[in-house]
């Protein structure tokens, strides 16, 4: 091993993040996710009460389709 990596070898990110911030973008993408076999979701909130807190940003990725980061404020 290298310096600080943790493998020998470069790791890039082949995926495509868009950053989605309003219903009609978030409409216009979600087609592609229709019809992936698999897709993976990730929620991010203000906190882990789930009476007063709220979601903040949702993630989803499939790997037909690009990486949706959604703001939900």
Do not use: W
């Amino acid at each position: 091993m290298t310096g600080n990596l943790l493998f020998d070898f470069p790791i890039e990110s082949k995926s495509e993040y868009q950053y989605i911030n309003s219903s009609t973008e978030l409409e216009a993408k979600l087609s592609s996710y229709l019809t992936a076999d698999e897709i993976g979701l990730d929620i991010e909130t203000t906190g882990l009460d789930p009476y007063q807190n709220r979601i903040r940003l949702l993630q989803l990725s499939s790997r037909d389709a690009p990486n949706l980061l959604i703001d939900a404020y």
